[in-house]
C-alpha cells in the first residue's frame, strides 16, 4: 500500500497547473466603497448556501475582502439577503 501512495504523490507532481493570479474584481473596477444595498454584485460573493466566498477563492484584496464582510452582513440585517439557504 505504501508503494501505492507514493505513485499517486509523484503522478500529482507532474500534473501541476499553472496558476493564474487572481485579481481584485474591486481593484480592477476602482471601488472605493462596498455598498451593502448592491445587492447583485454581493449575491457574487455568496455560496448558495449563504456562506462568503473566501479571498483565496474569490481573488479578492485584504481590504476590500474586510469591506465585503461587512456590507454582506449589515445587507443580512436588513434582510436584503437571507443568512442561510431556504
Do not use: W
Amino acid at each position: 500500500m505504501a508503494v501505492n501512495t507514493s505513485r499517486k504523490k509523484a503522478t500529482a507532481r507532474k500534473r501541476r497547473r499553472f496558476l493564474r493570479k487572481k485579481i481584485c474584481r474591486f481593484c480592477a473596477d476602482k471601488v472605493t466603497f462596498i455598498d451593502y444595498k448592491d445587492i447583485r454584485r454581493l449575491r457574487n460573493l455568496v455560496t448558495e448556501r449563504g456562506k462568503i466566498i473566501p479571498r483565496r477563492i474569490s481573488g479578492n484584496c485584504a481590504g476590500h475582502q474586510r469591506q465585503l464582510t461587512v456590507a454582506i452582513k449589515r445587507s443580512r440585517h436588513i434582510a436584503l439577503i437571507p443568512f442561510t439557504a431556504e
